[in-house]
């Protein structure tokens, strides 16, 4: 595993040692897989073959502190196994966290997808697109707004978000990293406190994957502010 120069002299400074990858991709697969089988989620099994074929060859985006490639497909399986820890294991749902970066990141578009309409409207709304005409950021709002009728789907962002902060800081450049800080405070957690005050089966979930997130991006803002 390779490391830069600035991540030698971390180590030597702090005596920390990281870890590429986090969790190994296979024993993910094979947990979700098992757990699907388990509580006869045919939707989540489908979802499964479905995603992993469509993700073949696709990797995370490199960390700049090492060389390893981590398969692309780790991203949604860890979102299916957190779904599953915070106690929600509807089955349309897990597999919309399976396959919520099919359409935006392989090709594919929704007609094709081999789901019922309930699936292929639930990924329909976290697919990101950004039409003609409209800048970025005016498609990100549209984006949110769209998406904001719908708890369910909220919630699969929120796991997509909480995956992606949890490892944004070794894979983004410090301007990416402001920007995307600036759009999860924006977005993200208006959008999780409209859950939390419903208390509904959500509520509680959410609150944890709100605390999972802030307690990040609090860190990284010390961790920036004390680099100046």
Known sequence: ?????????????????????????????????????????????QALDYMEKQHKGQFRKKSRFSDVKVQYINHPLMMAC???????????LMAVA??????EDTGVT??????????KRMVGLLTFTQPEGQTRAEAKAVYYDKMAFDDRVVFVKLLDRCNNVATMVS???PEKLDEYIRETETFIFPLADAIIRKHTILSGPTTVLKYHMISVI??????????D
Do not use: Q, W
């Open 1 to 45: 595993m390779g490391t830069s120069k600035n991540d030698d002299i971390f180590a030597v400074k702090f005596g920390y040692v990281r870890h590429e990858p986090y969790f190994d991709t296979d024993a993910l697969l094979e947990e979700v897989r098992d757990f699907a089988k388990g509580e006869h989620l045919a939707i989540t099994n």
């Open 82 to 92: 957190h779904m599953r820890a915070l106690g929600i294991s509807y089955d349309a």
């Open 98 to 103: 399976l396959l919520h970066d099919v359409v």
């Open 110 to 119: 929704l007609d094709e997808l081999p789901f019922d309409d309930e699936v």
């Open 171 to 173: 894979a983004f450049t």
């Open 218 to 227: 609090e860190t990284i803002k010390c961790m920036r502010v004390s680099e």
